[in-house]
């Protein structure tokens, strides 16, 4: 008799412990962060904005000719239909370092974007509170969507719940493009 009202108190318990972990735990494995707002579109993709080289770039350089910040990035804009990739990523040595000079790969990359836009386009999920976030965050490259026209898109990388740090699946996704032109910005380092 007594084993049977401990097994009912524990059985409470738990069904009382259950429905109010669910609504965090219904957060954690299946909410998603809202949709950003559609990115803003540029002329063209431009490694040299000066937000673009403070996000590659872990120290200040200087530009000859400055140019405005590049939008936002965001969700691609309705009716926006990317046909090829650039990215700017640091490149720089230990030998620039020593010459006083940081390097920016704008890299342009071309085939079936498709797998490159759905890695894009997965929801962020909010950080799940049950990770142990001891990882860095890399410094990802910047990424700008291109059109026909030549006009340009910066694409908001989702985040996972792992940390909520940003998901690299839209960088491997790039990687599996072809290549067609790398051109190195060389900029001396200082305001």
Known sequence: MRASLT???AAGVFVVGAVAAAPHLYDQYFRVLP???PGGIASGANCLAPNI???VLPDPVSVTAPADDAPEAGSLPPGFRPIAVV???ESTTEDDAVNGV???DEEHWIGDLSSVLMAFAQPSRPQS???DCTASAARLPAVWLV???GRAVRP???HEAACGLPSDAPISAIRRLERTTTVQHVLPTGP
């Open 7 to 9: 097994v009912r108190v």
């Open 35 to 37: 949709q950003p707002a």
């Open 53 to 55: 080289l403070r996000q």
């Open 87 to 89: 990215t700017c990523t």
């Open 102 to 104: 940081a390097t920016v």
């Open 129 to 131: 509170w049950f990770s």
């Open 147 to 149: 059109d026909a026209a």
């Open 156 to 158: 908001a990388f989702p």
